[in-house]
């Protein structure tokens, strides 16, 4: 039993910046990868960024420079730092996490999704 919840969603003007977190939590013994997609309207879900359990990190080339994924294994957290936001940025985002649960089963869950608008 695990669950995936993503906060930090909103709107936002051109330019400017917005903060994600996404944690998992329950019956866990490690998680390997962790990202966010991102899926906007009319338009199949994409992948913005990954990061692995040694800290490794891959973007999309759409958000490169822009964005920064991080996260706390302490807390089961992973982050996702968004500046100079732009409005083909707005999107559902959902988080995911790699998980090995304490049965050692393992699997990807998913969190609900969030909403950012990015508009003036």
């Known amino acids: 039993q695990v669950q995936v919840v993503e906060s930090g969603g909103g709107l936002v003007q051109p330019g400017g910046s917005l903060g994600l977190s996404c944690a998992a939590s329950?019956?866990?013994?490690?998680?390997?990868?962790m990202g966010w997609y991102r899926q906007a309207p009319g338009k199949e879900r994409e992948l913005v960024a990954t990061?692995?359990?040694?800290?490794?990190?891959n973007y999309a080339d759409s958000v490169k420079g822009r964005f920064t994924i991080s996260r706390d294994n302490a807390k089961n957290t992973v982050y996702l730092q968004m500046n100079s936001l732009k409005p083909e940025d707005t999107a559902v985002y959902y988080c995911?996490?790699?998980?090995?649960?304490?049965?050692?089963?393992?699997?990807?869950?998913w969190g609900q999704g969030t909403q950012v608008t990015v508009s003036s």
């Open positions: 995911s996490a790699a998980v090995r649960e304490l049965t050692l089963y393992g699997r990807v869950y």
């Open positions: 329950g019956s866990i013994f490690s998680i390997n990868t």
């Open positions: 990061i692995g359990s040694d800290g490794s990190t």
